[in-house]
Every structure is written in C-alpha cells, then in structure tokens.
C-alpha cells in the first residue's frame, strides 16, 4: 500500500487514546464516516523478535518475524505531508479484529486505509527502525501520568514520521 495524504496523526495524539479498540472506533469514523465499525478483539499468540546484521559488503540489514497464526501483514509505504517517509509493516488482524480476513471487498478495502496509523514496525528514510515487539506475558501495564495517552503502534507512527535518530526518538516519547 502507498500512503500519501493527510492522517490526523497530530490530532489522534491529543485525543488521549489507550487502546486498539479506541483508536480502531475513531479511524474507522475517519476512514468510512461512521458506516462502518469494526469490533477489534484479537486472539493474542506473540512472542516477537527482530534481527539487525550486517552483510559481506558491510551494510546493514534489519527485519522481523510476523510469528502471529493466520497472519496477514500489509507493507505500508508512506510520504506524509510532513515527516519522513518510511516503509512499514502493520497486522491486518489488528484493524479487524479477525486473523482470517483479507484487506479484499468495500469494507476491508476501506479498514486497510489504517494500516498506516498502527504499525507493527518499520524503517524511516534516515535510518531509523522501529519495532513493537511483544510477548504475552501477563497483558501491558497502564501508567498513569498527567500526560495523554497513545497506544504502541501511535508510538511507532510519531517514531517513524518524526524522528531521524535514537536521541529524538526518546525526546518525542518523553513528550
């Protein structure tokens, strides 16, 4: 999928969001207008890893496994209006709630549109990767501060879009 639009994400931050569920409501009002709402409860089978090496000619490679069953991942390629462009990956089942279903017919077609708004991982044109990498263990924990909430993948969108090393990333998610 190539991505190059507006996508709220400024807006989405300041909306204290801190779930899937909550952001899966207002992206499919975004995306569809109301006419469509999915129901995001997926079956959580993850344990994830990431590989960085370097090949004989010295450059650097980066990747990771999609370990979910059934999985379905989209490759996302965006240019935002402003940021940097990237190449991401995103589980369709974390926008439909159902390992089964392929970005395929009106309603899915329009769901796939929020790849770009929750992915799993991803590497920006300066270099930056980002990865959301989790086991289940025990479910997240909550933290409460006085500032707003976002779930991992906004995390990763801001990282990706925003950031062009480790040092502005950890000053972004200090924000």
């Known amino acids: 999928m190539d991505y190059k639009n507006g996508y709220h994400l400024e807006e989405l931050l300041q909306r204290n969001i801190s779930s899937d569920g909550e952001l899966a409501d207002i992206l499919a009002g975004?995306?569809?207008h109301g006419f469509y709402t999915p129901s995001v409860e997926p079956e959580i089978h993850i344990?994830?890893?990431?590989?960085?090496?370097?090949?004989?000619?010295?450059?650097?490679?980066?990747g990771r496994n999609f370990d979910w069953?059934?999985?379905?991942?989209?490759?996302?390629?965006?240019?935002?209006?402003s940021g940097y462009a990237s190449i991401s990956?995103?589980?369709?089942?974390?926008?439909t709630g159902d390992a089964t279903s392929l970005p395929e017919g009106i309603a899915n077609s329009f769901l796939a549109i929020a790849a770009y708004w929750v992915p799993m991982d991803g590497i920006n044109e300066?270099?930056?990767?980002v990865a959301n990498l989790e086991v289940n263990e025990g479910g997240q924990k909550l933290i409460d501060t006085s500032k707003?909430?976002?779930?991992?993948?906004m995390a990763t969108?801001?990282?990706?879009?925003?950031?062009a090393n480790?040092?502005?990333?950890?000053?972004?998610?200090?924000?």
């Open 30 to 32: 975004y995306i569809s």
């Open 47 to 62: 344990g994830c890893s990431t590989l960085t090496c370097m090949n004989e000619e010295g450059n650097i490679l980066w």
């Open 69 to 81: 069953y059934d999985s379905v991942p989209i490759v996302v390629r965006a240019t935002p209006n």
């Open 89 to 95: 990956t995103c589980e369709f089942s974390n926008i």
């Open 126 to 129: 300066k270099g930056l990767c």
């Open 148 to 153: 707003n909430n976002i779930t991992v993948t």
């Open 157 to 163: 969108r801001l990282l990706l879009d925003q950031a």
């Open 166 to 175: 480790i040092d502005e990333a950890v000053q972004l998610l200090e924000q």
